[in-house]
């Protein structure tokens, strides 16, 4: 896997113009067996221009009965970090690597991921986000290096394709141990600078993000 890779996929490889279509057709999908244990597609919510995209792992319970990603508790942390962070939620994009729950909340496999990986290609080549955050281990592995973990490369920057990453902690990680509350807000802190740095820097070229 890996953001710089596209896996065969009939309808992810499709050509669409815009996130609408093919959520429409995303929504219908059934490549993997996640769909066959969980009740809808969970395509993504937020700009679709967001020049900051946060990705995550797969949609909780939660997520599945409203077919939104990050509406739980772990999603109302992110909101609120991304609110305290100085961005506000109309202007970011959230997905995740799987879309549709694993059966108990499970990490979704390495099988799961890859077959579903090129609908999220396809959003990020239609979003084009200048920042992603990769919410923890699964997403890391994703779109960065199935061998990278999220407790080694946490808060450093690394780039794929022209889009800046930074791997983070996943919410619901810090639901569990608050002492990697500290470590995501110092990211968070990183990520703001950077998104003001390329703001200004676009609209000294006369081309503004913000
Ligand atoms: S998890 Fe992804 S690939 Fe599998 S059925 Fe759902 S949308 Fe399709």
């Known amino acids: 896997m890996g953001i710089a890779k596209d ?19 995303c929504l219908q999908c059934r490549k993997c067996k996640l769909r066959q244990g969980c009740r809808q597609v969970v395509f993504g919510r937020g700009n679709p221009e967001a020049r900051l995209m946060f990705v995550g792992e797969g949609p909780g319970e939660q997520e599945d009965i409203q077919g939104l990603p990050f509406v739980g508790k772990a999603g109302q942390l992110l909101d609120k970090i991304i609110e305290a962070a100085g961005f506000s939620l109309e202007e970011v994009y959230i997905g995740n690597i799987v879309k549709c729950r694993p059966p108990g909340n499970r ?22 986000p200048k920042i992603m955050v990769c919410l923890g281990s699964t997403a890391v592995q994703g779109i960065l290096d199935p061998s990278l973990r999220i407790t080694k490369i946490r808060g450093r920057w690394a780039e794929r394709n022209g889009i800046l990453i930074m791997p983070t902690y ?32 676009e609209c000294t070229a006369g081309n503004p993000i913000v």
């Open 7 to 25: 896996t065969a996929h009939p309808e992810g490889q499709g050509q669409y113009t815009s996130l609408a279509e093919i959520r429409e057709v």
């Open 107 to 128: 990490v979704p496999t390495l099988e799961e991921a890859r077959t579903c990986m090129p609908w999220l290609m396809k959003q990020i080549q239609l979003i084009r």
């Open 170 to 201: 996943h919410p619901a990680a810090l639901l569990r141990d608050e002492s990697k509350k500290r470590p995501v807000w110092e990211d968070f802190k990183q990520i703001r600078k950077m998104y003001l740095a390329l703001a200004e820097r």
